[in-house]
């Protein structure tokens, strides 16, 4: 399985550059986050590409970084399974999809509307029973 495509940015002048595993080489996964000032936890599922030696040695190199992997079936914990269940439900039921982009495009329009509405995402987070709590 090759990760998905997406856009990125970086500063003006540092191209980033992300070297994947897989069949394909056009296509990278890149995430990045905003500088905090604090410690950051990261909550995993167990997908076996999120327990790789490499993100586990990068992680054992960074005091900041703290990861805690659910169990290995654990969707009553996973706040992301409740919108799978919405997007299922409501965006990509009873759909014949002719190709992938239309698979795509009816995932991308579904997340779009659940963003802006909020008290769909709250549901989602309220029905694994975990809380936000600003530190």
Same mark, same amino acid.
């Given at each position: 399985?090759?990760?998905?495509? $997406? %856009? ?8 980033? #550059? ?6 394909? %080489? ?13 410690? *950051? ?5 167990? =997908?076996? #590409? !999120?327990? &790789?030696?490499?993100?586990? /040695?990068?992680?054992?190199? %960074?005091?900041? =970084?703290?990861?805690? @992997?659910?169990?290995? @079936? &654990? ?5 992301? /399974?409740?919108?799978?269940? =919405?997007?299922?439900?409501?965006? =990509?039921?009873?759909? $014949?999809?002719?190709?992938?982009? !239309? ?7 579904? *997340?779009?509307?659940?963003?802006? %509405?909020?008290? *769909? ?15």
């Amino acid at each position: 399985m090759t990760p998905p495509q $997406a %856009r990125t940015w970086s500063h003006r002048g540092r191209t980033p #550059v992300v070297r994947v595993r897989g069949r394909s %080489r056009r296509r990278i996964s890149i995430a990045a986050h905003q500088q905090l000032g604090g410690p *950051l936890v990261l909550v995993r599922d167990n =997908l076996n #590409v !999120h327990k &790789a030696a490499g993100l586990r /040695e990068f992680a054992e190199a %960074r005091n900041w =970084l703290t990861i805690y @992997y659910l169990p290995p @079936y &654990a969707p009553d914990l996973n706040p992301g /399974e409740g919108i799978w269940s =919405l997007l299922r439900r409501a965006w =990509l039921s009873n759909v $014949a999809f002719s190709t992938p982009e !239309h698979l795509d495009q009816r995932i991308q329009r579904g *997340l779009r509307h659940i963003q802006y %509405r909020s008290h *769909l995402i709250d549901g989602c987070l309220t029905e694994t029973g975990l809380t936000i709590r600003p530190a």
